[in-house]
């Protein structure tokens, strides 16, 4: 796949406002696609939906200033690199986005792999469903 593809997923306004969208994948955790307040109508930050904690759906997490605070255990993940704010450590993967005509686009090739290996999250919608022995 050429790495100069890439896929439109949404518009811009379909993000809302300190808010995030889920983009489902062929494999793995879906893209979780947030917008901030103060960076302007075009700023958005796309990350792997799945915290590097325990794997917490980031998408359903609350937007904080220029990161997202997972909903399970409240670890805040910087949209800039990925990575938890200190003193918690890991980082979750962070997809290359271009916005052309108001339209949200990420990598082909990075949609298709980056992350695809990893756990899905552990709750929320992205989480595996219960086969009945848990
Ligand atoms: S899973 Fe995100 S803080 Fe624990």
Known sequence: MNTNDW???CRVEDIPLMGSRRVARGQGAPVALFRTADEGPQA??????????KGGPLSQGIVMGHGVACPLHNWTI??????????DEGSTPRFALRIVDGVVQLDAAQLATLGADLPLPVAGPGAKTCRGSC
């Open 7 to 9: 896929v439109a997923v």
């Open 44 to 53: 958005v930050h796309a990350l792997l939906d799945r915290c590097p904690h």
């Open 78 to 87: 910087r949209f800039e690199d990925g990575c938890a704010q200190a003193p």
